[in-house]
């Protein structure tokens, strides 16, 4: 029987003590706040300094915007004091461990944040506080916390962040509340895809102000981000390599291609477009220059440089030598010199060529004319040379040609053939200025009347001498001679009239008149059939085709020292080509290295972003 009681028994005990605590709480609820005021700070003697122990529990930084440099975080405040007014007896209040009030039924420390930018400023949400027996009161208000920071954009994108959360009592000084600080708690941090968290250290300050002899504490918990820099990286840092890298081309780019120019402009403008991309995130802050744009405007630098380069490149490649002569330092220095230290050779050279000096600037010959203009390889022929030797040859013609004398009757001239209409010499080829290759002979059209009247003269005095009359002086025959053709310069070859030698035995009379009469009248035809070069006229053509020689000479020389000043003015812009090659692609390099790696935490990015 009592077996089957005692469960029942311990059950309604249970239930008598349950139905008890309920009375219990709201009795000790309503002798706590008979008398308590929330203005009145909680403690047993007024003199008494209230301790506040606080504390920073982060839990995701949303966002830092440097351009309003404002960082975003999602925060619990933690606070901690002990309240004279709300302490019971455990004992006379059983089963009331704690209890939990409003923020305004009970006292809570005004403490915010100092430096909020919020537009309500405080922005914690009020959550009930936290009562024990003891009067031990914790208030845990979580909130999005909107601070001011001040962005150092100066290592962008390399740069570490640290900015301030500031929190005090706004009323309160140092002498009524105490604030002590507690480490700050990051064990439940969410990542951020743009900032690493490093550390979230704090430190309690006091400060003293003019108006008051009271300090004023405060705890600043500070936290300490780093930027992961792969986004940038990709986005600004390799577009910019590369483009600076692309100003490079410019010097290798042919100053023929007539491109040089509108490659730097276009490098240049696509830096200029990653310029204002930096400056949009960027502050509009004088205090310091970011890295990004240190580089971008020493790039921006190197490639107006290029530009101006490419324009003296440009201006040196299609100088003529109507504009000027090349200064002799220009030559020197880049001609000798800068060729030398860059180990270039002008085209042709150094190919071991065994012609001699005045041969090998002949080697190529540009031949211009009003219609075309035809650049030739002929091969190199002396023409000092050619012409002593045609100087040599007027003097020796000069001293071995014989002058006829109408006294000797066997004396004879040098006599050539003329060619005959009937059998043309195959060497005789008709010049375009209507000459024949040797000047001074006469045509077989100009020998047709000399030959007319020959034959009519030597006809009549045949048939008078037969009917026994003798040939006469009187009726020796004249040889008509025709001037020669003018010359393509427009002088004309005088020639002086000579005669032939007649034999006396001929001219007179007696019975042997008839065959001398027919003698003569053969040696006239012989003569009318033969040409006779004279001296006069050989020297004066002679001296028309050497003029005409050293015009021509002349001609190439002159061609020749403007293609090799032309050459000249273009060997000199690829030398300055080279030579901007080179020392734009060092200074390319040293500005990229100094730049980067002078920020303090390169290498660290470089090790957790990259690798």
């Given at each position: ?280 995130i960027m502050p509009a802050t004088s205090d310091s220059v970011p890295l990004i744009g240190q ?28 504009t000027g002569q090349m200064p002799y330092w220009v030559r020197l220095v880049l001609l000798q ?163 032939p030698d007649v034999d006396p035995s001929t001219s007179s009379s007696g019975p042997n008149g ?98």
């Amino acid at each position: 029987m009592w077996q089957a009681v005692a469960p029942w028994l311990l059950i309604l005990t249970v239930l008598v003590q349950v139905s008890e605590q309920g009375p219990h709480q709201r009795y000790l609820l309503r002798e706590l706040l008979r008398d308590y005021n929330p203005m009145e700070r909680p403690v047993a003697n007024d003199s008494q300094t209230l301790t506040v122990r606080l504390s920073f529990t982060l839990v995701q930084v949303m966002d830092v915007d440097e351009k309003s440099q404002v960082l975003t975080t999602n925060a619990w405040l933690q606070m901690q004091w002990y309240d004279h007014y709300l302490q019971w007896n455990q004992s006379e209040y059983p089963g009331v461990k704690n209890l939990r009030f409003t923020p305004d039924q009970v006292w809570t420390p005004d403490i915010l944040l100092y430096n909020s930018a919020h537009d309500k400023f405080d922005a914690t949400f009020k959550t009930n506080v936290l009562v024990n027996s003891s009067g031990f009161c914790e208030y845990l208000p979580p909130g999005i916390f909107i601070s001011t920071c001040n962005v150092d954009v100066r290592w962008f994108p390399f740069d570490i962040q640290r900015c301030e959360l500031k929190f005090g009592s706004w009323t309160f000084d140092g002498w009524l509340l105490d604030i002590q600080m507690k480490e700050a708690d990051v064990s439940g941090f969410i990542p951020n895809g743009e900032w690493d968290l490093l550390e979230v250290p704090g430190g309690r300050n006091e400060v003293f102000y003019d108006c008051c002899a009271e300090p004023y504490p405060d705890v600043t918990f500070v936290v300490t981000l780093r930027r992961r820099t792969l986004y940038y990286a990709l986005n600004l840092l390799i577009p910019c390599v590369l483009l600076s890298s692309m100003t490079l081309l410019v010097f290798l780019l042919p100053a023929s291609s007539g491109e040089k120019i509108s490659l730097g402009i276009t490098v240049l403008l696509s830096l200029t477009v990653f310029m204002l991309m930096v400056a949009e995130i960027m502050p509009a802050t004088s205090d310091s220059v970011p890295l990004i744009g240190q580089y971008f405007a020493s790039t921006m630098v190197i490639v107006g440089m290029s530009v101006v380069a490419t324009v003296i490149v440009l201006q040196f490649h299609h100088h003529t030598p109507d504009t000027g002569q090349m200064p002799y330092w220009v030559r020197l220095v880049l001609l000798q010199w800068v060729p030398w230290f860059l180990r270039m050779k002008r085209p042709g050279e150094g190919t071991g060529s065994t012609l001699p000096h005045s041969q090998a600037d002949c080697q190529s010959k540009t031949l211009s004319s009003p219609t075309t203009t035809t650049t030739t390889a002929t091969t190199p022929t002396p023409a000092p040379s050619i012409l002593t030797s045609l100087q040599t040859s007027l003097a020796q013609c000069n001293h071995t040609l014989p002058q006829p004398t109408p006294n000797c009757p066997n004396s004879q001239s040098v006599i050539l053939a003329a060619p005959s209409p009937r059998d043309p010499s195959p060497n005789l080829h008709p010049q375009p200025n209507g000459h024949l290759p040797y000047m001074g002979f006469q045509s077989p059209a100009e020998l047709e009347p000399t030959q007319r009247r020959r034959t009519t003269s030597y006809g009549r005095g045949g048939g008078e001498g037969a009917g026994g009359r003798a040939y006469s002086s009187s009726d020796t025959p004249t040889h008509h001679h025709t001037p020669l053709p003018p010359t393509r310069f427009g002088s004309t070859s005088e020639q002086s009239p000579v005669s032939p030698d007649v034999d006396p035995s001929t001219s007179s009379s007696g019975p042997n008149g008839v065959e001398g009469g027919v003698g003569a009248g053969r040696v006239g035809a012989m003569q009318a059939h033969s040409g006779v070069i004279l001296p006069g006229a050989v020297n004066t053509q002679l001296q028309a085709l050497l003029v005409e020689v050293q015009f021509l000479v002349e001609r190439l020389r002159e061609q020749d020292r403007q293609l090799s000043m032309a050459e000249q003015w273009q060997f000199a812009a690829a030398v300055i080509d080279r030579l901007c090659l080179v020392g734009f692609s060092v200074f390319n390099i040293i500005c990229t290295f100094a730049i980067l790696m002078a920020a303090p935490n390169f290498g660290e990015a470089v090790s957790k972003d990259f690798l």
